[in-house]
């Protein structure tokens, strides 16, 4: 059965640095979406993205965020200058339709 | 803007026994409504969804809710719970921004499940 996967499963690094967080999606999904879920909250919506553009991004994606799928089989998420509060679980998900969502295992994401 | 509220943080239950999980939600329209299951070091499964028609829906593993318009509850139940069932369960609501070009889902905090044997 296809999955979303994510790598890596856990990166760690220090405050100010930039980060990639990679996806591949399931293969003939046409909607990508990231969300994060920060040690004991809620898993909050980031931004979802089709036809190679962001469909709609949440107050959270502010400009030290962006997102890329830049070969047709993965599905990026950058942040620019990491800051302590982005310490966070990251999620994957992708959907053939736009009501449903496949998750991938997420990445922990450690800023020091 | 719609919300989730799952009561219980964590829940323990003898193997065997039965089992259900709150969910409520606010949302201004019909909802879609999800059950998400989380095992340590996995991602979200998606375990059911209800999107219109019977109430009672069902969903993997033996697991079924019932989506009650009246007390906006969509609770996850289970007849006799197994040891492998234990995870974090998640409940969301799905929404389509105003200009239904896209669809996000919100939420809740979780419920922790332990299984005792």
């Known amino acids: 059965e296809p999955e979303v996967t994510q790598t890596p499963s856990h990166q760690v690094t220090q405050m100010g640095q930039e980060v990639i967080l990679r996806c591949v999606p399931i293969?003939?999904?046409?909607?990508f979406y990231w969300y994060r879920q920060i040690l004991g909250q809620k898993v909050e919506f980031l931004v979802s993205?089709?036809?190679?553009?962001?469909?709609?991004k949440s107050e959270i994606f502010d400009d030290q965020f962006s997102v890329e799928r830049p070969d047709g089989s993965n599905f990026t998420l950058k942040i620019r200058s990491t800051k302590l509060e982005d310490s966070a679980m990251y999620f994957c998900?992708?959907?053939?339709?736009?009501?449903?969502?496949?998750f991938g295992p997420g990445t922990r994401l450690t800023v020091t | 803007a719609q919300s989730v509220t799952q009561p219980d943080i964590h829940i323990t239950v003898s193997e065997g026994a039965s089992l259900e999980l709150r969910c409520n939600y606010s949302?201004?329209?019909?909802?879609?409504l999800f059950w998400y299951v989380q095992s340590p070091g996995q991602g979200l499964q998606l375990l059911l969804k209800?999107?219109?028609?019977?109430?009672l829906v069902q969903g993997i593993k033996g697991f079924e809710a019932e989506f009650k318009r009246s007390q906006s509850s969509f609770n996850l139940r289970k007849p006799s719970v197994h040891w492998s069932d234990a995870a974090e369960y998640f409940c969301?609501?799905?929404?389509?921004?105003?200009?239904?070009?896209?669809?996000?889902?919100?939420f809740g905090k979780g419920t922790l499940l332990t299984v005792n044997p």
């Open positions: 998900a992708s959907g053939q339709s736009l009501y449903e969502q496949y």
């Open positions: 293969s003939n999904h046409l909607y």
């Open positions: 993205f089709y036809n190679n553009e962001i469909s709609e």
């Open positions: 949302y201004g329209a019909t909802p879609y």
């Open positions: 209800y999107f219109s028609g019977d109430t």
């Open positions: 969301a609501v799905g929404a389509r921004n105003s200009g239904g070009s896209n669809y996000k889902l919100t």
